[in-house]
Structures are given as C-alpha cells and as structure tokens.
C-alpha cells in the first residue's frame, strides 16, 4: 500500500529554520508528482507548494514565496519543505501529498509532522 | 489567492441527502475539470472524496457525487450515515499551476 512518512517537525523560535522530509514507499516515486499541504490547528487546509515529478517545475503559496523551498530527491524518494524565517502563523501540521499523474488531485497524503514556531 | 468559499457548517438527518456548495473564480472552479472533495475526520488525514469535479476514486462509496456549473462546485451525500460526519473540503487546480482550498465545511449528522 501507497505510504508517506513525514519528518522533521519540532518546536523552533520566531525567525529559525526548519527541513521536512517525506519519504514514499510501495509505488514510483520518481514518476509522480508532490505536494505539501499545511493545517494549522483547528484551521483548514491550505496549500503550500508543489514540486513535479522530476523536480523542474516547482509552485508555491504566494504567500510563502521566498521564505519555502521544496525539492525532492527521488534516488531516496523523498520529497522536502525547506523552511526559513519561520513565524507563529507557520505553526501547523504538515502534509505532504501525492498528486494523481493525470489530473491536479491529491490522492494519498501522509499522516503529517507538526511544526510549532514560538516567540 | 483567496481560499474558495464553502457554508461553514451543513446537517441532516440519517438518509437525507445534503448539498455542499464550493465558490470560486473563474481561475480556479471555474478554470478547469480539477475540482477535488476531501473528507476529514477529527485528528485525521483528509483523504480523496471526488476527483476531476465528479469521478469517485475506487472505494469510495456512490453516495458521494460531485458536479460543477460555473464557478460553482458541489458535493451532494445521499442517504447520509453517522460516519459521513467529518469536515469537507473542496479544492481546486488553477490557472496559475497552484491549488486552492475550501474554507472546509462541517457536516453533522442530526
């Protein structure tokens, strides 16, 4: 069955940085598109950034333009969420996602890593 | 972008059918095919409802039904059941190759 594992959250101050991996197994990675969904707590979700399957289209929030990056490594088949200049609106757990090969829709998600940024 | 808008908070009684409205613009609902639903249970992971506005994926049961008309989406539920009780959220591919989600809607069974 279709897994994704994400890792990397924790507690971090205003201002830190943060990496979250998500590593997939049991399907073609390096074939599938992904996607980095956020949820802050008792909020709804909201889309982060996406990143093709061979990592040379990439998206995001345009509200997070600049402070995430994300990139993949499918010789690992793991996908990740470069974030800097955290602040306390970024706390929240995030999911990353894979986006069906044809069509915009996501399929399976992980089961999320929380991140909280405090001051 | 702005979050497309949904009705906070639906009900109905045990075999009833109910309506979630999803409104957006013409850049996104109204862009292209790519409407999805996800439904989540409390301290759950949202999982894949409706794909491509009215496709179920495998499993997921007939009662859930999607369509769209404009800039409007909607995810109908019939014959609603107790563990139909979650929150719901629509989504959206746009016309800038970003998504866009629902603000979520709550649905209860009475």
């Known amino acids: 069955e279709v897994q994704l594992v994400e890792s990397g959250g924790g507690l971090v101050k205003t201002g830190g940085s943060l990496r979250l991996s998500c590593t997939a197994s049991?399907?073609?990675?390096?074939?599938?598109?992904m996607n980095w969904v956020r949820q802050a707590p008792g909020k709804g979700l909201e889309w982060v950034s996406s990143i093709s399957s061979g990592g040379n289209s990439i998206y995001y929030a345009d509200s997070l333009k600049g402070r995430f990056t994300i990139s993949r490594d499918n010789t690992k088949n793991s996908v990740y969420l470069q974030m800097k200049s955290l602040r306390v609106e970024d706390t929240a757990v995030y999911y990353c996602?894979?986006?069906?090969?044809?069509?915009?829709?996501?399929?399976?998600w992980g089961q999320g890593t929380l991140v909280t940024v405090s001051s | 972008q702005s979050a497309l808008t949904q009705p906070a908070s639906v009900s109905g009684s045990p075999g009833q059918s109910i309506t979630i409205s999803c409104s957006g613009t013409s850049s996104d609902v109204g862009a292209n095919k790519y409407v999805s639903w996800y439904q989540q249970h409390p301290g759950k992971v949202p999982k894949l409802m409706i794909s491509?506005?009215?496709n179920r994926p495998s499993g997921v049961s007939n009662r859930f039904s999607g369509s769209k008309s404009g800039n409007t989406a909607s995810l109908t539920i019939s014959g609603l059941q107790a563990e139909d009780e979650a929150d719901y959220y629509c989504s959206s591919y746009t016309s800038s190759s970003t998504y866009v989600f629902g603000t979520g809607t709550k649905v209860t069974v009475l």
């Open positions: 491509d506005v009215s």
């Open positions: 049991e399907f073609t990675f390096s074939v599938y598109p």
């Open positions: 996602a894979r986006e069906t090969r044809h069509g915009f829709n996501m399929d399976y």
